[in-house]
């Protein structure tokens, strides 16, 4: 794997434990601060659940297991992909993301079980998702690995002759 892509996964596996570290010291459990009142504000919740809080309110003992070993699965997938794929380009870059979110959240179910959300976006009393760092690298991911898999030309074709 490529120097660079190594270097943007480290930057952003260090950036999501730095924010979750601090959060958890700063800002008690449930608690929060209005950043931009009415439409963001930092937070502190646990979720024991996967993306948007899916399997959140389960309480069979395999949410875990099965959230870290589609983690692992994912991990290893999107190594492969770039293991294959050495160059540096959108394509690389969105797996790079992906790969850095996941491992990021990854940490946090290896650790404790669940994973620190604290980024709050609302419009009154409509809320998003809380998110942390490491979800907003697999969604940025996944958008340029879309925009590059399907929208991006792959290849120039040749003007046709009359």
């Known amino acids: 794997m490529n120097r660079t892509l190594l270097s943007i996964i480290a930057a952003i596996v260090c950036l999501d434990r730095i924010s979750k570290l601090l959060v958890a010291k700063f800002i008690p459990l449930e608690g929060g601060m209005d950043v ?34 589609f983690s692992i699965a994912a991990l290893v997938v ?21 790969f850095a979110g996941a491992l990021g959240n990854l940490w946090d179910r290896l650790a404790d079980g669940q994973v620190t959300d604290f980024l709050d976006f609302y419009l009154g009393s409509h809320h998003w998702y809380p998110f942390n760092i490491a979800d907003s690298a697999i969604v940025t991911g996944a958008v340029l690995l879309l925009w590059s898999t399907l ?12």
């Open 151 to 162: 929208i991006s030309p792959r290849h120039k074709t040749a003007p046709e002759k009359d």
């Open 36 to 69: 931009i009142p009415g439409f963001f504000r930092l937070t502190h919740l646990e979720n024991p659940g996967g993306a948007f809080s899916l399997l959140a309110n389960e309480a069979s003992g395999w949410r875990a297991p099965l959230l870290i070993g």
């Open 78 to 98: 999107v190594l492969i992909l770039l293991w294959r794929n050495r160059q540096i380009n959108a394509y690389t870059l969105a797996l790079a993301l992906v």
